[in-house]
């Protein structure tokens, strides 16, 4: 091996420790919920040091930011490549786009762990996606107005605050993973009436 290697050699490695760090936390906020998870737990899980833990993320905060963002880039990815599909259809975007997200939510581990904590009770996983989602929101809403600009510039009513409009229509689906309000097809739906219904020639 040569000294050009070693530098990605390592930095494979780290990633490599750093995703099975992540989806040993995620195994363990499903077994036990976040709350009794400890720092040692995840390491041992994952197999590393626990200083190599707190080397890579910091805290047990640290963590479940990392684990938030993991996923998050996640559904992000999966909703940009539905916003490919129906790139001309702001209606069936935003419909497809909202159901691809409830439906994924239903089968994924970690947002089970989150949905199960008691809301009585100080969770900091449950406030994630509560009290401390503003930065999600902000991520999900930079991507949907990225592409509306691009692909919808006159399709919406003169007037309407589309940042407002499309940061809204996230906060609603924010509220129904948190609180499903419907089966995810009928929501979905109900999210791309809103769309219809702001636009300046619907479908």
Sequence with gaps: MNSSETPTLRAATRALARQRILEAAVELAGDTGWN???MVDIATRA???????????GSKTGV????????TERYLTGSLAVFEQHRDDPVAAITAISE???RTIAVDPLAAAVLAADPQQ?????SMVTTQSGPFVTAATRLALAHAEQHWPDRFRPGL???????SLVRLLFSHIVQ???EPEQTARSLGQLVRLA?????
């Design 161 to 167: 605050d589309l940042e407002f409009f499309i940061e």
């Design 180 to 182: 499903p309000g419907g």
């Design 36 to 38: 009794a998870v400890r």
């Design 122 to 126: 100080p969770d900091e996983m449950l």
């Design 64 to 71: 479940l930011e990392a684990m938030s963002w993991h996923n």
């Design 47 to 57: 197999g590393v040091s626990r200083r190599t833990v707190f080397n890579e993320f």
């Design 100 to 102: 691809f997200v409830l």
């Design 199 to 203: 636009l300046t020639d619907p479908p």
